[in-house]
């Protein structure tokens, strides 16, 4: 079973909300990661965890807060978003941090009002 | 840094092949990956290989891999509609992040 998980598949939210968006593998695997992907782009990376430890920030702004709970949950915690943060949410997971395959998740559709 | 080029669009008739191209900068690329995105979907892995590999065949999916010329492709025989999608190509490198070209839009014309 190569399955990640996310919940919820749509969001709309204001720029004032506080929202989460939830990713869970059980596959075993101990690195997750959090992408951004924009219309007719690829996906960029935001966070990697690594054995539910933060080893990669690429440099996103504080209103995206992540959070890996356990070793197969990760959460991004969404605060204050501008218009410009709608994109497709992507969680991804490898059974190790590096080189090893990620597999993705289908991605939450984030709309900021 | 790493760069990974792809051309834009391909378009192709039902039952045709479909060749896409890739390009990457990294010699010490130690994986390489084709994963394929329907809209509105997330990314699923297609086939991967290693670096140490020239070809690798996984049903109608062929990849090539040319580490002189730093060239991948991604052929796919009996070329269907619902093969209608994003193709990307991604590089692994050491312990850096997965770097993954523009995309190729693929149309298939029935």
């Given at each position: 079973d190569t399955e990640v998980t996310q919940t919820p598949k749509h969001l709309v939210m204001g720029m004032t909300n506080k929202k989460s968006l939830k990713c869970e593998q059980h596959m075993g695997h101990r690195a997750m990661y959090w992408y951004k992907q924009k219309a007719k782009k690829p996906p960029e990376l935001m966070f990697v965890y690594s054995y539910e430890k933060l080893?990669?920030?690429?440099?996103?702004?504080?209103?995206f807060s992540p959070e890996c709970p356990n070793s197969s949950l990760l959460n991004l915690h969404l605060h204050a978003l501008q218009p410009e943060d709608s994109a497709l949410y992507l969680c991804a997971s490898s059974s190790r941090a590096g080189t090893d395959t990620q597999y993705f998740g289908p991605g939450t559709r984030l709309t900021v009002l | 840094g790493e760069d990974v080029e792809q051309s834009l669009f391909l378009s192709v008739r039902e039952g045709d092949s479909s060749v896409i191209n890739c390009t990457y900068t990294d010699s010490s690329s130690t994986y390489l990956y084709w994963y394929k995105q329907e809209p509105g979907a997330g990314l699923q892995l297609l086939t991967y290989i290693f670096s140490n590999m020239d070809m690798k065949q996984d049903q109608r999916l062929t990849v090539l891999l040319n580490k002189k010329d730093k060239h991948l492709s991604l052929r796919i025989a009996d070329t269907q509609t619902g093969d209608s999608a994003i193709y990307f190509c991604a590089d692994h490198t050491g312990n850096t992040p997965l770097v993954f070209g523009k995309g190729t839009r693929l149309s298939v014309i029935a």
């Open positions: 080893s990669i920030n690429e440099s996103v702004p504080s209103r | -």
